[in-house]
């Protein structure tokens, strides 16, 4: 039972984690991105 529930709810949280993973570095790039552009502007 206990290697049912471990092989059941394992998957899901390795899911989950990678998913965390990509959207935060999904935000850094967006964020870096975004200040490269404002400095860009205000460089001018």
């Known amino acids: ?8 709810w394992m998957p899901q949280n390795v899911a989950e984690n990678s998913a965390i ?3 935060s570095d ?3 790039s967006l964020q870096t991105t975004f200040n490269r552009l404002i400095s860009h502007q205000a460089g001018r």
């Open 1 to 8: 039972m206990a290697l049912f529930i471990y092989a059941v």
């Open 21 to 23: 993973r990509w959207s």
């Open 26 to 28: 999904m935000i850094n």
